[in-house]
C-alpha cells in the first residue's frame, strides 16, 4: 500500500468543523483511499472512502484533489464522541495485499 | 454492515499457557482474515494474513511458532498465542475482507482482545 502521511495529533472543540490531511504521494492509479476511526480498545470502523473529487456520507465528507497525491477528511460539527485515532489506508484491497496502518491522527474534542 | 465477531475481548492468563483468540465473519465470507496487534497509543501493526484453506503469511519478526493462525473456513480464524509470556501481552485486532475483492473493497474489524500475561 501507499505511504501515508498525517499530522500526529490535533485538538478542536466541540461544534467545530474538523478537517485531517493525509498525504500519499505514491499513489497507484487503481489505489482507493479509505479512511478509519478507531476509539481505546476497540477495532478500527470504517468511516469512508473515495477515489476522487468528494464523497459525503452521513458521518463524513471525503476530498481528494485532482492529482488525488492527498486527501482530506471532513468531520462537520464535531462532539465529544469524535475524539479518537483516525487512520488513512491507500490501496487496493486484494487476497494479495497486505494492510498495512499508518500512525493515525490523535483528534482530542474539548467542550 | 459486516459484523466481525472476536472472542475473547479480555483474557489473563499465566505466563507459559496458552491462549486461543477466535475471529468470526458474522454475515459475509472472508477470504482474507488479517491479524494484528497494537501496544498502547500506537499504532496497528500488522502480524500475519491468512488466506481460507491455506498457510498464514507472517510479517518478518513475527514467529509463527508462537502466533498459530487458522483459517480453516470462509467464517472463522483464530489465532492461538502459544506459551504466553507478559511481552506478549497486547491488544490483538483480526478483520476480514469479504470474498471477491475489489478495487474498493473495506476492511471490517472485530472487537480486539486485551492479553494480559501475568
Known amino acids: 500500500l501507499a505511504k501515508t502521511t498525517q499530522p500526529i495529533s490535533m485538538d478542536s472543540y466541540e461544534g467545530q468543523e474538523v478537517n485531517i490531511t493525509c498525504s500519499h504521494n505514491?499513489?497507484?492509479?487503481?489505489?482507493?483511499i479509505t479512511w478509519y476511526q478507531q476509539f481505546p480498545s476497540q477495532g478500527p470502523r470504517f468511516i469512508i472512502q473515495?477515489?476522487?473529487t468528494k464523497v459525503t456520507n452521513e458521518v463524513a465528507s471525503l476530498f481528494i484533489p485532482a492529482d488525488r497525491k492527498s486527501s482530506t477528511l471532513s468531520l462537520p460539527r464535531v462532539s465529544l464522541s469524535d475524539t479518537a485515532v483516525y487512520y488513512c489506508?491507500?490501496?487496493?484491497?486484494?487476497?494479495?495485499?497486505?494492510?498495512?496502518f499508518g500512525s493515525g491522527t490523535r483528534l482530542s474534542i474539548r467542550p | 454492515g459486516a459484523v466481525v465477531s472476536q472472542h475473547p475481548s479480555r483474557v489473563i492468563c499465566k505466563s507459559g499457557t496458552s491462549v486461543k483468540i477466535e475471529c468470526r465473519s458474522l454475515?459475509?465470507?472472508?477470504?482474507?482474515m488479517f491479524w494484528y496487534r497494537q501496544f498502547p497509543k500506537q499504532s496497528l501493526m500488522l502480524m500475519a494474513t491468512?488466506?481460507?484453506?491455506?498457510?498464514?503469511?507472517?510479517e518478518q519478526g513475527v514467529e509463527k511458532d508462537k502466533f498459530l493462525i487458522n483459517h480453516a473456513s470462509l467464517t472463522l480464524s483464530t489465532l492461538t498465542v502459544t506459551s504466553a509470556h507478559p511481552e506478549d501481552s497486547s491488544f490483538y485486532i483480526c478483520?476480514?475482507?469479504?470474498?471477491?475483492?475489489?478495487?474498493?473493497?473495506?476492511?471490517?474489524f472485530g472487537s480486539g482482545t486485551q492479553l494480559s500475561v501475568l
Open positions: 478483520s476480514a475482507s469479504s470474498t471477491g475483492g475489489g478495487l474498493n473493497e473495506k476492511l471490517f
Open positions: 505514491n499513489i497507484a492509479t487503481n489505489d482507493y
Open positions: 473515495g477515489y476522487k
Open positions: 489506508l491507500v490501496g487496493m484491497y486484494s487476497s494479495a495485499s497486505k494492510i498495512i
Open positions: 454475515d459475509f465470507q472472508a477470504t482474507t
Open positions: 491468512s488466506n481460507e484453506g491455506s498457510k498464514a503469511t507472517y
